[in-house]
């Protein structure tokens, strides 16, 4: 049971690149989310999705877009990479409901714009 | 208020000793509580759930203050391997809201032998 995937691990980028990153969860997770956690801020959520085709915008939207074409697959878009999105992005799912409240995290994908 | 706040530390603990800490929160509405762990350059892991009875899982236990929101971590008898993050974590939502959870920045402790 591999619970939560995140590819790639790291990645480098030039400022202006643009990059997918992918998650995928073999849990049957109704929601899938994307966060960013940098030094000093904490977790942020970037993007979530409530189910297949459906994806919403969290705190930290802008520069991101998302995809959820598969129940089990959650990417996440940059289309052109800033320095200021060198950060920590974790992907994470749960159940739905009060199930929401329990998060299972990919190992995270370390991303760093120059 | 900012709605969830823990101090970042770091609290350095001899080993075997007991350590606590706390998370304040806003929301009162806020009906669950949680703590995670992050070890570093790791992602975050569930470490347990607090309720309005508290909530005790071996050496730990989280208590739950509703009047003066807040919730605390208790660590006994600690181990080397407790140095980590801890990560409080509140839903904004009374049920389960996908965009509903807001993370503290956590609190880094190291347990020193």
């Known amino acids: 049971n591999a619970g939560v995937t995140q590819t790639p691990k790291f990645r480098v980028l030039k400022t202006g690149q643009s990059m997918t990153l992918l998650c995928a969860q073999d849990?049957?997770?109704?929601?899938m989310y994307w966060y960013r956690q940098d030094p000093g801020m904490g977790l942020r959520l970037i993007h979530y999705?409530?189910?297949?085709?459906?994806?919403a915008k969290g705190e930290v939207p802008d520069g991101y877009n998302v995809s959820r074409l598969k129940k089990q697959n959650f990417l996440l878009g940059l289309e052109s990479a800033a320095p200021s999105q060198t950060s920590v992005y974790f992907c994470?799912?749960?159940?739905?409901?009060?199930?929401?409240?329990?998060?299972?995290f990919g190992a995270g994908s370390r991303l760093t714009v120059l | 208020r900012k709605e969830v706040e823990q101090d970042p530390g770091p609290f350095n603990v001899p080993e075997g000793a007991t350590v606590a800490f706390n998370c304040t929160y806003s929301?009162?509405?806020?009906?669950?509580f949680f703590w995670y762990r992050q070890d570093c350059r790791k992602e975050p892991k569930l470490l347990m759930s607090?309720?309005?009875s508290g909530n005790e899982d071996g050496r730990f236990t989280a208590q739950l203050n509703r009047a003066s929101q807040y919730i605390s971590l208790l660590i006994r008898d600690s181990k080397l391997s407790d140095s980590a993050t801890y990560l409080c974590?509140?839903?904004?939502?009374?049920?389960?809201?996908?965009?509903?959870?807001?993370f503290g920045k956590g609190t880094h402790l190291i347990i020193q032998p």
């Open positions: 994470a799912s749960s159940f739905r409901g009060l199930g929401a409240n329990v998060l299972t």
């Open positions: 849990m049957n997770h109704e929601y």
């Open positions: 999705s409530v189910g297949e085709g459906t994806t």
């Open positions: 929301n009162s509405a806020s009906q669950s």
């Open positions: 607090v309720y309005s």
């Open positions: 974590v509140v839903p904004s939502y009374s049920g389960g809201g996908a965009d509903g959870l807001t």
